[in-house]
């Protein structure tokens, strides 16, 4: 079926995702994707110059995805801690529900075949966005140290990653019970903190 030259690479970027996230970048083959799409192989070289440049678009879009959905949560300075970590956690979790191979594609990137970006710049910037919403929650507080914020905005990040890849391949739990008992998890954590010291020297 002839396709406009975005409808084709569209198409193609979709069958490679599911291609990549099934078995990895090093599992496909021009040929697979070519076939999928049911293209010839010299088609997906005229849109992306071979695997290397699919695999780098595909992950590209993804990422531009998650950090829209993730960076929409973000927009309103005036958002309470509460609601701006739901927000964040069940954007998460929408993108998983729409797009489980996408996040397993993230989660599981191979680093030496993506330039520039990657799936740890998206995490590296939700956890500064948490490092920050962390840091004014200490700072009302007189027995938090607010140098220690970006401690446990890693371990917030880090968690979700987890708990996202593990749900990916889990999807027998609905994605509301899910948001639930991660807020529940994270949320009470944070508010069970206790004061252990000064973080930094100086």
């Known amino acids: 079926?002839?396709?406009?030259?975005?409808?084709?690479?569209?198409?193609?970027?979709?069958?490679?995702?599911?291609?990549?996230?099934?078995r990895g970048y090093d599992g496909v083959a021009v040929e697979e994707v070519a076939g999928a799409a049911g293209v010839s192989k010299p088609v997906v070289y005229e849109h992306f110059g071979g695997k290397?440049?699919?695999?780098?678009?595909?992950?590209?879009?993804e990422m531009a995805h998650l950090s829209g959905l993730?960076?929409?949560?973000f927009k309103d300075p005036a958002t309470r801690p509460h609601q701006?970590?739901?927000?964040?956690?069940?954007?998460?979790?929408?993108?998983?529900?729409?797009?489980?191979?996408?996040f397993r594609l993230?989660?599981?990137?191979?680093?030496?075949?993506?330039?520039?970006?990657?799936?740890?710049?998206?995490i590296t910037d939700v956890a500064e966005e948490l490092s920050d919403l962390l840091r004014q929650r200490f700072d009302e507080s007189t027995a938090l140290d607010p140098h220690s914020a970006?401690?446990?905005?890693?371990?917030?990040?880090?968690?979700l990653v987890q708990v996202g890849?593990?749900?990916?391949?889990?999807?027998?739990?609905?994605?509301?019970?899910?948001?639930?008992?991660?807020?529940n998890f994270l949320w009470a954590g944070l508010r069970g903190l206790q004061p252990l010291g000064v973080t930094t020297e100086g």
């Not at 290397?52 to 879009?61: F, I, K, M, P």
């Not at 979790?93 to 996408?102: E, L, Q």
């Not at 890849?165 to 807020?183: L, N």
């Open 1 to 22: 079926m002839r396709m406009k030259r975005d409808e084709r690479r569209k198409q193609l970027m979709a069958v490679a995702l599911d291609l990549f996230a099934q």
């Open 52 to 61: 290397d440049g699919l695999y780098q678009a595909v992950v590209e879009h």
């Open 70 to 73: 993730l960076r929409a949560g």
């Open 84 to 102: 701006l970590l739901h927000t964040i956690v069940e954007a998460t979790f929408d993108y998983i529900d729409s797009n489980a191979a996408g």
């Open 106 to 122: 993230l989660s599981h990137q191979s680093l030496h075949a993506v330039e520039g970006g990657t799936f740890s710049t998206v």
């Open 150 to 159: 970006p401690i446990y905005a890693q371990l917030l990040a880090g968690a």
């Open 165 to 183: 890849t593990w749900w990916a391949d889990h999807r027998e739990v609905p994605r509301g019970v899910m948001v639930d008992h991660v807020m």
